[in-house]
């Protein structure tokens, strides 16, 4: 997949592409509707925002991402898609009304042949106009537009809302059902404290910084390392959460990566939780932690053999 980060200055064959539009946080069955109705029309591109939207107009506001561009990208590539357009949002985009945005950069920059969006789709300055002023202005301006119908499953509208309330209450089960697959954390390998390997249980430890916390606790998890010599699919068990056995800490998420031996510093890792064990607890000495530790990650190989 071949990314661009601006709409000015694109040469002939980047052009042209049927693309689908969109926030695409967290790329779930609803928005894979709209990919798909954006297909036949190869080649098949997506324009989204980067930093999202929100985060520029709220930057107080607390974090809501369900996933990072590096996520976003890994699963965007995995639906097929061949060009992203990963468009820089700031000033000049969030100034741009309706007709300048159609003009400019669906046009005459990208040169779009075909537009998707969801139907609560919304675009140009104080997210002014709407699908019905999107069409009208593709009329005008030489594209096409499909707006795909918002997705239900058992009643229940697909969409980040409902998926980030899924996963803030643990039912990691029910956010993949809208997702169309397990919800994922993917990032960089840190250097952590290391209690982790004194205590016989060595972890990866991963910034959730920027991104909406699931429920606080310990999860069994499916592990691809991304990057590296230790390439490859692996089963674990991850603690989300500020280690409250050791005071007061910034959540992030750290995975004990079964059978595995190896350095990850560095390395680029996507962890998918599977199933909700436990919430964080505070134990009496480090003897029960790790006795607690070792029976998590007993039940997480009994549910990750027949997950």
Not at 2 to 16: D, F, K, N
Not at 54 to 67: D, G, I, K, N, S
């Given at each position: 997949m071949?990314?661009?980060?601006?709409?000015?200055?694109?040469?002939?064959?980047?052009?042209?592409a049927s693309v689908a539009m969109g926030n695409f946080d967290g790329v779930h069955l609803g928005h894979q509707s709209v990919i798909d109705l954006a297909r036949g029309r190869e080649p098949l591109g997506i324009i989204t925002f980067e930093p999202h939207?929100?985060?520029?107009?709220?930057?107080?506001?607390?974090?809501?991402?369900?996933?990072?561009?590096?996520?976003?990208?890994h699963r965007?590539?995995?639906?097929?898609?061949?060009?992203?357009?990963?468009?820089?949002?700031?000033?000049?985009?969030?100034?741009?009304?309706?007709?300048?945005?159609?003009?400019?950069?669906?046009?005459?920059?990208?040169?779009v042949a075909h537009v998707t969006v969801g139907g609560d789709f919304r675009f140009g300055k104080g997210r002014a106009a709407g699908t019905a002023e999107l069409i009208a202005l593709g009329q005008r301006l030489g594209f096409d537009v499909t707006v795909a119908p918002l997705l239900h499953?058992?009643?229940?509208?697909?969409?980040?809302?409902?998926?980030?309330?899924?996963?803030?209450e643990g039912r990691v089960r029910d956010a993949a059902k809208m997702l169309g697959h397990l919800h994922r954390i993917e990032g960089e390998v840190m250097h952590g404290d290391k209690r982790g390997r004194d205590l016989g249980f060595p972890t990866a430890n991963m910034s959730v910084a920027r991104l909406?916390?699931?429920?606080?606790?310990?999860?069994?998890?499916?592990?691809?390392?991304?990057?590296?010599?230790?390439?490859g699919a692996y089963f674990g068990a991850a603690s989300l959460g500020v280690r409250p056995m050791?005071?007061?800490?910034?959540?992030?998420?750290e995975t004990f990566l079964f059978d595995f031996e190896g350095d990850l510093y560095g390395q680029h890792l996507s962890v998918a939780l599977v199933e909700y064990l436990r919430p964080e607890m505070k134990f009496d000495g480090l003897p029960a932690l790790m006795k607690q530790m070792a029976a998590d990650c007993e039940t997480a190989r009994e549910i990750l053999r027949t997950a």
């Open positions: 071949q990314t661009y980060t601006h709409w000015t200055g694109l040469s002939p064959e980047a052009r042209g939207p929100r985060e520029v107009f709220a930057p107080e506001a607390a974090p809501f991402r369900l996933m990072n561009a590096e996520a976003r990208e965007l590539a995995k639906l097929g898609v061949t060009r992203l357009y990963e468009l820089p949002f700031g000033p000049e985009l969030a100034g741009m009304d309706p007709e300048t945005f159609a003009g400019k950069v669906l046009a005459e920059g990208l040169g499953i058992d009643g229940i509208e697909v969409s980040s809302t409902n998926i980030r309330k899924a996963l803030a909406h916390l699931p429920k606080l606790g310990v999860y069994a998890v499916k592990v691809d390392v991304l990057t590296g010599p230790q390439a050791f005071g007061e800490n910034a959540p992030n998420l």
